[in-house]
DNA sequence: CAACTAACGCAAGGTTCTTCGCGTTATAGT
DNA sequence: ACTATAACGCGAAGAACCTTGCGTTAGTTG
């Protein structure tokens, strides 16, 4: 599964140059674009690269936008370093809230939807690996200060799939949201009033309004 | 937000046929090719219809795409009926994991993903409000049987929302991950070993091994 | 600094996709 | 049964996409 279409055997200078360049274009194209409506001769013009390097490189639009996502980790949710478990995982959840709300989150999402059919390899895809990967290191250091943090898969499910699913159904990503994940994470209610709201409210006025549910229901 | 393209004004006898038919054969496209490959002239020569017809219905794959899920929620996951809130919740959550294993599961996501950045329009996609109402009707059957049902929000953050994520990012998706996922939603562990485990247990040994984790790391 | 060559630009040619006008079929209404 | 017309089939024209061979540019090596 090779995220990267070559191996590249001369990397710097102008092959950097004009990766750039066409990542770029990319990017700046789906700012008003589909997806379904990119197409490589557009992202020629914009960039300024010839179409028949692009073709030679990256071969169809799916890869490349597969490269782009795999050059960009960086780009999306830096791990914080706060010194506080529930201050971690509050930057964290709404760094990625960010990622997803911006065009590269709907890309990141794409390419990974994009890998799930083509082997019955079956292995979590790249992306996943990765941020687990820094998101244990984040627990670790909570435990070393002595916290008691929640598993990865806690995290993962109560936190970064709902932030993703509302992504993925066009249901708005925020921080107020992103912040009220992380409260049921780490505090879960004793006590519960089972027919009524989600356990927001700490914190002050999240802005109230339900605007999670369906407005057209 | 039209999920079919037309408000169709004939829409019985040979409009319905045709409609099956173009359903059918991308589905059977779909079984040994990627969706990038999907195109509407391969769509009207497998389905026996012409091109010109799909294009004026449909006009491009992803309208296709996502008509073609939003026919079929009868074909994904009926919601259940059993007389209790937690064998409804069990059933429904089994059937969601099981529709996301299969290949139409691949299709709903990828549908759901190409559709999020069409326009500023931001709202739920049909796919989500048509599962939105299923589960009101589950949850307001339970509340009329004197049950305490949670709210649709978190049924979808806490049930349908982590397996989706599992499906999007090749995680394993099976009936005992559903059900442990029910169970985090009803019963919320007053006392929680915050280090540990996530509430599974109950209801006998699920086959106890955390499938959950990226075997990968 | 000079030779080597990977990677790019260019332009032509082939392929596939998309649109359009017109005649035909079959459904909805009377 | 009969009429009106929405929806489909057909074929061709136009547009967009993709490929390919060759010359040029610019990293890399010695």
Redesign the interface.
């Known amino acids: 599964m090779a995220t990267q279409p070559q191996p590249m055997q001369r990397p710097q200078g102008r092959s950097a140059r004009i990766r750039y360049q066409v990542h770029r274009a990319v990017i700046e194209l789906?700012e008003d674009?589909?997806?379904?409506e990119l197409s490589i001769p557009l992202v020629a013009e914009r960039s300024g690269v010839h179409q028949a390097t692009i073709y030679r490189r990256w071969g169809?639009?799916?890869v490349l936008l597969n490269d782009l996502v795999a050059a960009g980790p960086a780009r999306t949710a830096p791990l914080p370093d706060t010194g506080t478990l529930r201050e971690d995982l509050d930057a964290y959840a709404i760094a990625v809230a960010d990622s997803l709300a911006g065009?590269l989150g709907?890309l990141m999402?794409?390419a990974?939807?994009?890998?799930?059919?083509?082997e019955p390899?079956?292995?979590?895809?790249a992306?996943?690996?990765e941020r687990?990967?820094q998101l244990?290191d984040m627990l670790d250091r909570a435990?070393a200060r002595g916290e008691?943090?929640?598993?990865?898969?806690?995290l993962?499910?109560?936190v970064?799939?709902?932030l993703?699913?509302h992504?993925?159904?066009?249901?708005?990503v925020g921080p107020e949201h992103a912040r009220g994940?992380v409260d049921r994470l780490l505090a879960?209610?004793?006590?519960?009033q089972?027919?009524?709201?989600?356990p927001r409210a700490r914190r002050g006025p999240t802005r109230a309004g339900?605007a999670?549910?369906?407005?057209?229901?």
């Open positions: 789906l674009r589909t997806i379904d169809s639009i799916p065009p709907v999402l794409r990974a939807v994009s890998n799930i059919p083509p390899d079956r292995g979590p895809s992306i996943l690996l687990t990967r244990q435990q008691h943090p929640p598993s990865v898969d806690e993962l499910e109560l970064v799939a709902p993703y699913f992504a993925l159904f066009g249901k708005p994940l879960p209610p004793a006590t519960r089972r027919g009524k709201a989600a339900p999670a549910t369906a407005p057209g229901s």
